[in-house]
């Protein structure tokens, strides 16, 4: 499935009415705003895989529509709707908010 017609652009054209309750906790002790959640807008395809939606840039490439903050959420949640309107899909917004470090790659 391809959401060829849609750009991120549309996102500061359109509105939404949603009302997100976000809880941006970035701060720590040694300083570093680390990541604690993120939101991803998904779809299941004709496999049965749910997958990543992606929207296209005004540049012609793809951009995921994941959120870490809450603009950025705000700005994708019209996109999505969009996308969902145009290819009459149903999407899904998913909040990962369990952070665990499984690794530390160092050099």
Known sequence: MTFSH????TAAVLTTS???QVD???GSSDGVQRLEQLWVVTYVDNGGREIVARAK???GDYAPLIAADAARLESIIPVAREIAKAND????IVKFSNRL???E???
Not at 6 to 9: E, H
């Open 18 to 20: 949603l009302v997100h």
């Open 6 to 9: 849609i750009a991120l652009a």
């Open 24 to 26: 941006l906790k970035m």
């Open 105 to 107: 790659i160092k050099p």
């Open 57 to 59: 840039l005004t540049t």
């Open 89 to 92: 899909v149903t999407l899904q």
């Open 101 to 103: 470090i499984v690794e």
